[in-house]
């Protein structure tokens, strides 16, 4: 039997498989690499015999990869016994599976820094220059997504210039090693108890129940990997700790930013004085490991990258003549514990700056979309919406009508009140002019200065004439003094009524058009009334 166990593994993700490795400090592990298959013929059961004749001192070799890499390659090769794990994509060796769905359902192009590190040449062996690149991944593509494992300073500007090259735009998703770490850690960890039941057969009855410890403990990693949300990850944990050792008390005290948070106790049935000594028993903690008062258990600080994640604390273990053996299995995987934890963090945090992302772009596109003064539509926003509505009328084959609404005087006005009073009678227009558009497909928007327009899909003449003169009415209801009118002592509105029949042959500005020059009409024949394009009109009260 060999001494040491190799992980095979596409030569994208070499740098990233060797410094997980060593910071894990699995110095019996060694890493091998397959030339990179995307896009090529996947690897042929003689290469892989030729890469494991590498590797004879290694047993058992672990081959990593998904369908894009290995063909049906399942019999033993070439002396040396591996183990096929194929993955549903290359990206599942650093990425949790649910954050490479999210981004393969939103249409992104998944890369890696070993990926973008050669881009051009995988370009060039995928058969594309530029412009065909640039056409295959506009129709399939929305962004260009790197999973940066933090291994290349220099990802950052291959990504920038393969995104230029395609006319993409791009995204970072930092996913660091934890992964991997774990993955291998679990590998590992299983192959070190499975060498330790070989070699240790003399002392049946002990290994025996540290190979059950490293099974559970095994089991832990793969469910902690699984995790998204904080509190899953450490219920999980603490459910581990409690049937690893047998303990009739498990207590933990998570920390943020160095400060302790959530406090954990299992049982929870504690008088309200025991929980808090507990509590300030574990925020107090300083050492690495200590052994508890009692002499049935100990505690742990769980840290990450120099800072100090939780303390737990193992309590009432029913075996204590086996403790000093729980603290070194505790020991082993309790960095481990770790990792997933410091991972949801970081998910969470990019949950988080997504949202905000996603506010911020709903804000500006209200901006973009809203009049700032009377907080109905802009002009803009109408522009794009008789466009849109013009098309859909032309394919059902129904009418469309405008109302284009004037106030009646309105320099007068502000000329006689002041611009502050002109801000305040625009905005009580607009919002007359929202309560009478009451259909969910009609839409309410500022023309421009004291102009405003509606439009009425689906709607004929008859329809748009009688809610006009019910908007004309309604704002003069509002009894907004002017003085300065000539028509009424009130504030008042000419409108001017359109109904278009959209076809191939029309546009929708020809409707506006329209319903411009009976607006026109309306001012010139003493203002205050509705008038129809065709000569209709009903004159103000």
Not at 516 to 529: E, H, P
Request: proline fraction near 4%.
């Amino acid at each position: 039997m060999g001494g040491r166990i190799a992980i095979l593994l596409c030569e994208h993700y070499r740098r990233e498989a060797e410094t997980a490795l060593a910071l894990e400090g699995f110095a019996d592990a060694a890493v091998a690499a397959y030339p990179a298959r995307c896009n090529r013929p996947p690897l042929q059961a003689e290469e892989l015999d030729e890469i494991l004749f590498s590797l004879d001192d290694c047993n058992p070799v672990h081959l990593f990869g998904a369908a894009c890499c290995l063909a049906d390659i399942a019999k033993p090769a070439a002396g040396a016994l591996h183990v096929l794990h194929r993955l549903p994509q290359c990206f599942s060796l650093i990425a949790d599976q649910d954050i490479i769905d999210r981004c393969i359902r939103e249409g992104a192009y998944l890369v890696t820094p070993g990926w973008l590190a050669d881009w051009p040449a995988c370009l060039e062996r995928m058969g594309f220059n530029r412009e065909p690149a640039r056409e295959m991944f506009r129709e399939t593509t929305s962004r260009v997504i790197l999973l940066d494992t933090g291994i290349d300073p220099l990802s950052g500007f291959y990504l920038k210039d393969f995104a230029d090259f395609i006319e993409r735009p791009y995204q970072i998703i930092p996913v660091g090693l934890s992964h991997m770490r774990l993955q291998f850690t679990k590998l590992i960890l299983g192959w070190r108890m499975e060498q330790q039941l070989r070699e240790s057969f003399d002392a049946a009855r002990e290994m025996s129940k540290q190979s059950a410890d490293y099974a559970m403990a095994v089991d832990l990693l793969g469910k902690l990997a699984q995790t998204t949300e904080e509190m899953e990850a450490v219920e999980a944990m603490l459910d581990v700790f409690t049937m690893l050792f047998a303990a009739g008390r498990v207590s933990y005290l998570s920390f943020v930013d160095g400060r302790p948070e959530r406090f954990y106790l299992r049982p929870e049935e504690a008088k309200p004085e025991d929980r808090e000594a507990i509590r300030i028993q574990l925020t107090d903690f300083r050492e690495d490991s200590a052994w508890m008062e009692s002499g049935t258990g100990f505690l742990l600080r769980i840290v990450h990258r120099g800072e100090t994640q939780g303390v737990i604390a193992i309590d009432r273990i029913t075996f204590p003549e086996y403790r000093e053996h729980y603290l070194n299995l505790a020991l082993s995987i309790v960095n481990v514990c770790a990792l997933p934890i410091d991972n949801i963090h970081k998910y969470q945090k990019l949950k988080k700056t997504e949202e905000l992302l996603r506010k911020a772009n709903d804000e500006l596109f209200r901006l973009a979309t809203t009049d700032a003064l009377t907080g109905i539509a802009n002009r803009r926003s109408f522009d794009a919406y008789l466009d849109r509505e013009w098309k859909r009328m032309l394919r059902e084959k129904t009418p469309l009508s405008l109302v284009l609404c004037d106030i009646d005087y309105f320099k007068k006005f502000n000329d006689l009140y002041g611009h502050q009073a002109g801000d305040a009678c625009l905005q009580s227009v607009a919002q007359a002019l929202r309560g009478c558009v009451v259909r969910p497909g009609d839409f309410v928007a500022r023309y421009g200065g004291e102009e405003f327009v509606v439009v009425l899909p689906g709607t004929p003449v008859e329809g748009a004439l009688h809610i006009a003169e019910q908007i004309r009415t309604d704002i003069r209801k509002l009894s907004i003094n002017h003085a300065g009118s000539d028509v009424d002592p009130f504030v008042t509105l000419s409108l001017g009524v359109a109904q278009g029949v959209p076809s191939p042959e029309t546009k929708a500005d020809a409707v506006l058009r329209a319903a411009d020059a009976a607006l026109y009409k309306a001012k010139k024949q003493g203002r205050n009334r509705v008038v129809v394009a065709d000569g209709k009109n009903i004159e103000g009260i």
